[in-house]
Structure formats: C-alpha cells, structure tokens
C-alpha cells in the first residue's frame, strides 16, 4: 500500500518570505517516484518535478528546491522568495514500481499575500 | 512538451442528465488513461485507469455503470457521467502516459461539472 500525507492543510506567508511545504510518504517499492504538482486557482495540474528514489540529489530550479530524505520518507518542497502568484494547492505524489497508480497526497494550500 | 487536452472545461447540466468528458493526448499515443475526481478542498482521488483497447480498472467505490469510460484509440479516452445528479458535481482531470511505466504523467486542464 503506498501513502503521501501533507500535514500542512493550509500555510500564510506573506510576499518574500521563504516557505517549505512538507511531504511524507510510505511504499513497500524499493523503486518509486516522487512528484510535486502545482494547482493553481483554474484547477489544472501543472507539473513541478519528478524525482525516482535512487537521486538523492537535491534539486534547485530558480526559486523553487526539493530535499528528498530516503532515510526519513520526506520530499519537502521549498519556495524562496515566495510571490502571490505562488498561491496555489500544491500537491505531492508517488508512484511505485508497477507504475500503474498515482498516489497523492492531501494538498497544501498556500496563500502568499501581498 | 506533451499536451493532454480534455474538453469541456466546463459543463452545466440538469439531473439525469449524461454528461461526456473528452481527454486527448495531442503528440504521443497515451497507452493508459487515468480518471481523476476532485471534490472542493480535497485532493485528488483516482476513479479509473484504462488502457488502449481494453476494459477500464475502477477503484473501489466507483460504480463502473455510472462512470462508463472508454479508451478506443490510443490518442482518446472518454469519461461519460451517466444520469448525472447533483452528488456529482465535482472536478474531473484526466491523465495519460505512455507505454512506458513511470514516465511522466501529463494532465488534462479538467472538467468542472455542475449538475443542477
């Protein structure tokens, strides 16, 4: 059974501070995938990253960085700088080996206020 | 980049009504088709995958007569909301890959389907 919890529900910032939204995930895959996708307001998903369990690396793209720890389950997402258009439900997901079934997590709405 | 277009965007409709949700892959062929519903302020839960030429798997919970969905061609899935009442009023996004397990999954801009 595969798992992504976000236990921030919801997160207020205001313009230019920095914001990590946290992800936790479970999977009895030894080969996964992590994503984190962006919903903004319109409601289409937009893709944000995918990173397989064997990278450890951390990712930078401009303003925004991922922290992938294999050791503690987490995938947290980071947005320096934060700027209202940065408003969104922003989502986390994993896909196991058989690459069939998109988990996702409960969502994290961020509001970025002026 | 690859596009995944789904139409409407938007739809209103009266009780018992049948409702019908297009998703089409417009540069690769989408072997498998993924259905997605979304209640306000929730996440996304999974309804059906399907595959190219064959019967959709649904979720537990989603009535398959209800939710008929159908993947003929490898370019095109769709979703039909069958005798719609107002409970399922919701949003729906569609999502497709390609053969390959574990690429990258692109998603339609989806539907939001108010039934009256």
């Known amino acids: 059974a595969q798992k992504v919890t976000q236990a921030q529900t919801e997160i207020s910032v205001v313009e230019k501070e920095d914001v990590t939204l946290d992800c936790v995930y479970e999977?009895?895959?030894?080969?996964?995938?992590l994503f984190w996708y962006k919903q903004p307001p319109s409601g289409e998903l937009v893709f944000l990253i995918r990173?397989?369990?064997?990278?450890?690396q951390n990712e930078i793209s401009g303003r925004y960085s991922w922290n992938f720890q294999k050791s503690t389950s987490s995938f947290n997402f980071t947005i320096t700088a934060s700027q209202v258009v940065d408003s969104a439900v922003y989502f986390c997901?994993?896909?196991?080996?058989?690459?069939?079934?998109?988990?996702f997590g409960g969502g994290t709405r961020l509001m970025v206020k002026p | 980049g690859a596009v995944v277009s789904q139409h409407p965007s938007r739809v209103i409709c009266k009780s018992g009504t049948s409702v019908k949700i297009e998703c089409r892959s417009l540069?690769?062929?989408?072997?498998?088709m993924f259905w997605y519903r979304q209640f306000p302020k929730q996440s996304l839960m999974l309804m059906a995958t399907?595959?190219?030429?064959?019967?959709?798997?649904?979720e537990q919970g989603v009535e398959k007569d209800k939710f008929l969905i159908n993947h003929a061609s490898l370019t095109l899935s769709t979703l039909t909301v069958t005798s719609a009442h107002p409970e399922d009023s919701s949003f729906y996004i569609c999502?497709?890959?390609?053969?390959?397990?574990?690429?990258?999954?692109?998603f339609g801009s989806g539907t939001q389907l108010s039934v009256l």
């Open positions: 999502s497709a890959r390609t053969h390959r397990a574990n690429e990258k999954l692109f």
């Open positions: 999977t009895r895959d030894t080969t996964y995938y």
């Open positions: 990173r397989n369990s064997f990278d450890e």
């Open positions: 997901a994993l896909i196991g080996d058989a690459g069939n079934m998109l988990t």
């Open positions: 540069d690769f062929q989408a072997t498998t």
């Open positions: 399907s595959n190219e030429g064959s019967k959709a798997t649904y």
